[in-house]
């Protein structure tokens, strides 16, 4: 599903509602059938944990970590003594198999962005939010990560909430919604196309 | 490849605890690439490392002095008695872990042909000594010997050669016994026995006492038994050696008579102790600093975490545990550094501590870890709670960052920890509250003065010219004080953190300083080392004469009578003074009486007023009377109108429970003279000088039999004058004090290089947090840079802009330190180490010009690699590593 709006319009907002980032002030939201407002940030963490996935349109890695280790970060969480080679293996599906050990600085934007994909899916996630995904790349890249994105969301059976302001993205999705002052609009392709 | 369906996981499992030590561990590890983890670290082990070693020196010095001062005082503990000591006691003594040593003292007339001469027998059993050797020439020269003579043999005091013409081989006779000198002593190995007698010493073996037939009913014998072992040993005697007091044996004991040197060791034991806490607290500070850039590059870290599931309590237990093994790695680090600093240490002072030391115990290495984990809570804690509160949304929104700890929080946290450490370490309460209490008060007034500094600075920095070209060093200067002022927060924190660090190394550098001096001063090149005594009033004036001249320095000439105390304030002495009175030396001995108009020199009035003139006269009558009367009684020297003013010494009236208005009775030869304590005085019993508990006001102790007594110094060793005195004055006794004196100085010595090593860690810790301060301000100054750049800045001016502020930064740091370290000195020279408080004025000058030039050469160095980036990296850097 993609959700589309103007600059300012509201998407991250919306988006870090709908992940139980923020609290809403009036309202209710249900995430995994449970009522948001109900819990506190850490039960709406707990209600994350392991089943949400993100990626973020300024990767949002750790500067210190390495591929390996940034991808290893959220399993880390969890005691598991297959999670090293859970991480290998998602770095070696988004084409990092050879660069476990760089420093994000040693990558390029396409680079750290498919770290950061292999790290919304290594936990297994029910759901991924993705947030301006290719806002930071130059079109061709961003395409290739689009693509990517696509193609481990079918793959892992996920459902992928993106937001975006590019057109030519959100197409590709099941579904599209537009946010625009405040309201959220369902498009046909056909709007979305024009 | 893993199918899709296999890589959707079971629910969380339970997190065990193990888990996020390992997780906790693998975080650090990766972290260890970061300056500012590397900044706590060096910052945490420097804090056990000072702590460590001073705790394990201190530890070790303090056994090794007790065991020095112990040789001094002929064993651990001495007691002393007018009867031989029950074999019980001895038992009791032995069982508690004591090795004994007998000895007896007594004064004796010993001839040889026909001349006679009374000499101080000191009678000593086969174990003598206990600790250390006599200096004693058998025949080969002087040589240390670690024994007494053999029975039948007597040891004598070089000015016997003289007086009575005894050389080596020759045979003198001690009451019915012959006796062969088969040794002259050049120096006994302990003080036993020491000044109470002023006649020659001859030494010999207690096997042959009996033989003597000197010691008969009624004859003044002084036993005494010299015990050495553990201080646990002698503490588990303590309950007894109360009683024994009571019972008015005299007691002394290393732990609490060091002769000699009590003041100079007590207050190297303080500064030592201070400056570990100045290392400590400057540890603190460093370790503050770091932590808020450590906090502010994990803000993403947690955001992510928490992003990702994990809840407050699971980020504050990782991080905390983090930080745990970073305290753990830094302790273990610290200890080896305190243990290797120690032996060291103890290296370079193997010539001063003769004995062997023993080993470090534990005790000092808990303390260190201690000592780490409670800066880490008290200095970082509050700032890494920050951690726990970031929101989860500012992966979406940069800017959420939660608000910094107050200020407040984080100040109160560290002070109650530090706080509790100082307690720890000084053991006195009140004294930490109290330092606490002005350090906090401190703290707010330099707050103020700092933000004012601030405030000056900008202002300065508008009168500056504009500077001819791009680079102009006045441009710079203008750029960089703007910066510095209008950062202010930042500012206003590194202001304080380094105007504490300078204070702090002032402080220690400043006491050093004072302490060395305080030391010389006590003890001068011209500190008298001989003393001469029993010069009779007729010879008086020829003695005078005789010394003029030939000597360097001289004290005054000082009458004595000797007087026993009889009674205070009209009672008994045994049932006025308090229990712990009762064994005291002066109530069992003939006290020195002296008389004088003036204050004798190195005395302080303490309380009460100095005789008048004239004082003497209401009472001279009745004490006239009372001296020439056969029978004076003690009640009849009671009415006020009897009595004469005296002057007390303080602390034998704190012992003997007395004070203004009291009144001392004291039996001089057959008469009795009362005096009322009209002035308590203070005085330095470490200076070598004729000292004296009490001083008549002149007119009243005339008429008695008197001796006079000074001390004088001799710098050259060939002179005759020692020589012509025993010739022209036969009665005089001449007693030389150099080997004490040499004693004292070697000890003094010895502290003095222990605390120039501690003032180098001090030193080093203060680094430590420059260089946590500057690593924590990076990514600000990286970011100013940058822009500075963008807006077509060159390096030459970038450069001079840093350094600039970095100079202003370090002057305005070092004007305030100076102020700090002023204030603190006064307070601690007033309050602890009993120093009369001074100010320095090159402290005014050097600290700031130090300052600017240390922050800025330091600081323009650290920024050298932030200069050489582009300014899109610069830019970038913000927020990031």
Known sequence: MAILGESGAGKSTLLGLLAGLDAPSSGELNLFGASLAALDEDGRAQLRSGRVGFVFQNFQLLPTLTALENVLLPLELAPASDNDARARDWLSRVGLGERLDHLPKQLSGGEQQRVALARAFVTGAELVFADEPTGNLDPATGERIIGRLFALNREAGTTLILVTHDHAVARRCDRCLRLTDGQLVDMGHEEVSA | ?881
């Open chain 2, 1 to 881: 490849m893993m199918a899709s369906g296999d890589s959707r996981r079971e629910p969380r499992q339970k997190h065990n605890g193990l888990h996020w030590l390992g997780l906790a561990a693998r975080g650090l590890k990766r972290d260890l690439r970061a300056a500012d983890v590397r900044a706590l670290f060096v910052a945490l082990a420097l804090a056990v490392a000072a702590s460590t070693m001073i705790g394990f020196f201190l530890d070790r010095l303090e056994r090794g002095l007790t065991r020095q001062a112990g040789q001094m005082l002929g064993g651990d503990l001495v007691l002393e008695q007018g009867e031989p000591f029950s074999n019980e006691l001895k038992s009791t003594l032995r069982e508690a872990g004591m090795t004994l040593s007998d000895q007896v003292d007594l004064v004796s007339m010993i001839s040889r042909g026909e001349r006679f001469q009374p000499a101080s027998l000191k009678v000593v059993d086969s174990a003598y000594p206990l600790y250390g050797a006599s200096q004693v020439d058998v025949g080969n020269g002087v040589e240390p010997l670690a024994r007494g003579p053999a029975p039948g043999e007597a040891w004598v005091d070089p000015r016997l050669e003289s007086l009575i013409e005894l050389e080596l081989g020759d045979d003198v006779q001690v009451g019915r016994a012959t006796l062969t000198v088969s040794g002259i002593i050049e120096r006994e190995a302990d003080q036993s026995g020491g000044f109470s007698s002023f006649n020659p010493r001859l030494m010999m073996h207690v096997d042959d006492l009996s033989a003597t037939g000197l010691v008969q009913p009624g004859s003044r014998v002084e036993y005494e038994i010299l015990a050495a072992g553990p201080p646990e040993a002698v503490s588990s005697l303590d309950a007894r050696l109360e009683t024994l007091k009571r019972e008015g044996v005299e007691v002394r004991d290393v732990r609490v008579d060091r002769p000699g040197l009590g003041s100079a060791l007590e207050r190297a034991e303080k500064y030592l102790a201070l400056a570990g806490l100045a290392a400590v607290l400057l540890a603190g500070v460093a370790v503050a600093m770091a932590t808020r850039r450590y906090v502010d590059r994990h803000l993403d870290t947690a955001a992510l975490l928490r992003c990702f599931g994990a809840s407050q309590r699971q980020l504050t237990q990782l991080f905390a545990l983090q930080l745990g093994w970073l305290a753990l790695a830094a302790s273990v680090c610290g200890a080896l550094l305190g243990l290797a600093g120690q032996a060291g240490l103890l290296a370079l002072l193997t010539a001063f501590l003769p004995l062997e030391l023993p080993p470090p115990g534990p005790l000092p290495l808990a303390l260190g870890v201690l000592t780490a984990l409670a800066v880490l809570v008290g200095f970082a804690g509050p700032t890494l709670l920050r951690l726990k509160r970031v929101s989860a949304l500012k992966v979406l929104r940069r800017e959420l960052d939660p608000l910094p700890a107050s200020a407040w929080l984080v100040v109160a946290m560290a002070s109650l920890v530090f706080g509790g450490l100082m307690w720890l370490y000084s053991g006195d309460l009140g004294l930490s509250a109290a330092l606490l209490a002005g350090g906090l008060v401190m703290l707010v007034i330099l707050g103020g003065v700092g933000s004012v500094m601030l405030s000056a600075v900008l202002r300065l920095a508008a009168l500056l010219p504009q500077g001819s070209h791009s680079a102009s060093p006045t441009r710079a200067l203008r750029l960089g004080a703007r910066q510095l002022g209008r950062r202010r927060q930042a500012s206003l924190g590194q202001l304080l953190a380094f105007s504490i660090t300078f204070a702090a190394m002032a402080m220690i550098a400043l006491v050093r300083g004072d302490l060395l001096t305080a030391w010389q001063d006590q003890l001068p090149e011209d500190t008298p080392n001989y003393f001469a005594i029993n010069i009779q009033p007729q010879e008086r004036d020829a003695f005078v004469e005789t010394l003029a001249g030939a000597v360097d320095e001289r004290s005054s000439l000082y009458p004595m009578v000797r007087g026993r105390i009889t009674a205070l304030n009209g009672q008994p002495p045994q049932e006025a003074v308090p229990e712990s009175g009762r064994g005291d030396n002066a109530l069992r001995r003939e006290l020195n009486l002296t008389w004088r108009d003036s204050l004798p020199e190195g005395n302080r009035l303490v309380a009460g007023e100095w005789f008048e003139q004239g004082a003497a006269e209401s009472g001279v009558a009745s004490s006239s009377a009372s001296a020439s009367g056969v029978e004076s009684s003690v009640s009849k020297s009671e009415s006020a109108s009897d009595t004469v003013p005296i002057s007390l010494e303080d602390e034998l009236a704190g012992r003997l429970g007395l004070s203004l208005g009291d009144t001392m009775s004291f039996t001089i030869g057959a008469a009795t003279v009362t005096g009322r304590i009209t002035s308590l005085r203070d005085l330095d019993w470490d200076s070598f000088r004729p000292n004296f508990y009490v001083i008549f006001p002149p007119g009243v102790l005339e008429r008695f039999g008197h001796t006079y007594i000074t001390a004088f110094h001799l710098g050259d060793d060939q002179s005759p004058l020692p020589g012509q005195i025993v010739e022209n004055f036969p009665a005089v006794s001449l007693l030389n004090v150099e080997a004490i004196l040499g004693q004292v100085r070697d000890l003094l010595t010895q502290v003095t290089r222990s605390v120039e090593l501690v003032l180098g860690f001090v030193l080093l810790a203060g680094i430590s947090v420059l260089y946590a301060a500057l690593i924590a301000s990076r990514p600000l100054r990286a970011h100013e840079s940058g822009l500075l750049r963008v807006f077509g800045a060159g390096d030459r001016l970038i450069s001079r802009v840093q350094g600039a502020e970095f100079a202003i930064l370090g002057l305005a740091s070092g004007l305030m330190g100076a102020l700090l370290a002023e204030l603190a000195a006064a307070g601690i020279y007033a309050g602890w180490l009993d120093l009369a408080p001074r100010l320095h004025p090159w402290l005014w000058l050097g600290l700031p010009l130090g300052g600017a030039l240390l922050v800025g050469l330091i600081g323009h160095g650290l920024s050298r690699d932030l200069r050489r980036q582009t300014p899109m990296a610069s830019l970038g850097l913000l927020g990031e590593a």
